[in-house]
C-alpha cells in the first residue's frame, strides 16, 4: 500500500494533496475520471493540463506497471505536482513542462489520455491523440462550460472515437451552520469519455 493512500479505491480526499491557487479535479469527479479510464496495471496515460497533478497521482498509483506522463505548463503547478509526487511516493509519474499541443507530437503512442485543461489547444490535443492514441484506448475530458463541451464532443466525433459518452456531475457538500447542516453545491461538470477504434480499419 502507499505510504500516504492506504486503500485501492479511488477519490483520495482533497486534503491529502498540497494545493495552491492551481485547478485541481475534485475528489467526487476524480473517481468518475478513473472509472471511465478503465486503467490497466500498464497504463500509460497523458494527463494534460495536470494542475496539482491529483489525477496523475492516482492513475501513477492504479497503474503501477505502466506509467504517467503530466503535462503542465504553469510554473507553480509543475511545484506542486512535484511535491505531491514526492508526498505520495509515486516513481511511475513523469512531468513534462510546456504546451500540451507541442509536447504530444513527441510521443509515439499511449493507450489512456485525460485532458483537464487544454489552454486553447483541444482541437490539436484530440486530432494528436486520434493518431497516437492505441486501437482500445481510452480518453476522458472534462469540461466546465457549454462550449467547451460542444466543441470537444464534435471533435470526437470528427476524428472517429467510438463509445462517446457524455455524464454532467453534481455535487453537493454538507456544509455546518450552526446546527445545523446545508448542502452547497459545486459547479456542474460534464466528463466526456471514448474509445479509439481499430486504425486498421479506417
Not at 67 to 86: F, H
Not at 126 to 154: F, H, P, Q
Request: hydrophobic fraction near 40%; proline fraction near 1%; aromatic fraction near 4%.
Amino acid at each position: 500500500m502507499n505510504k500516504k493512500w492506504g486503500y485501492s479505491t479511488s477519490g483520495i480526499p482533497d486534503k491529502e494533496f498540497i494545493r495552491g491557487n492551481v485547478p485541481m479535479t475534485k475528489e467526487e469527479i476524480r473517481a468518475i475520471v478513473m472509472g471511465k479510464l478503465r486503467l490497466e496495471e500498464d497504463s500509460l496515460l497523458v494527463d494534460v493540463g495536470a494542475g496539482t497533478g491529483s489525477v496523475s497521482i492516482e492513475a501513477a498509483l492504479r497503474s503501477q506497471g505502466g506509467k504517467v506522463l503530466a503535462i503542465e505548463c504553469k510554473e507553480e503547478a509543475i511545484n506542486l505536482i512535484n511535491k505531491n509526487k514526492e508526498a505520495f511516493g509515486v516513481e511511475n509519474l513523469i512531468i513534462h513542462k510546456g504546451r500540451a499541443g507541442e509536447i504530444i507530437k513527441t510521443l509515439s503512442s499511449f493507450n489512456r489520455i485525460f485532458i483537464g485543461g487544454s489552454g486553447g489547444e483541444m482541437e490539436d490535443i484530440i486530432k494528436d491523440a486520434s493518431i497516437r492514441l492505441s486501437a482500445g484506448g481510452r480518453i476522458v475530458i472534462t469540461s466546465v462550460t457549454i462550449e467547451s463541451t460542444s466543441c470537444a464532443l464534435n471533435l470526437l466525433k470528427e476524428y472517429s472515437f467510438e463509445e462517446i459518452d457524455l455524464v454532467t456531475i453534481t455535487v453537493a457538500r454538507g456544509k455546518n451552520t450552526g446546527n445545523y447542516t446545508l448542502m452547497e453545491g459545486q459547479n456542474p461538470i460534464t466528463i466526456l469519455s471514448a474509445t479509439r477504434g481499430n486504425l486498421n480499419e479506417e
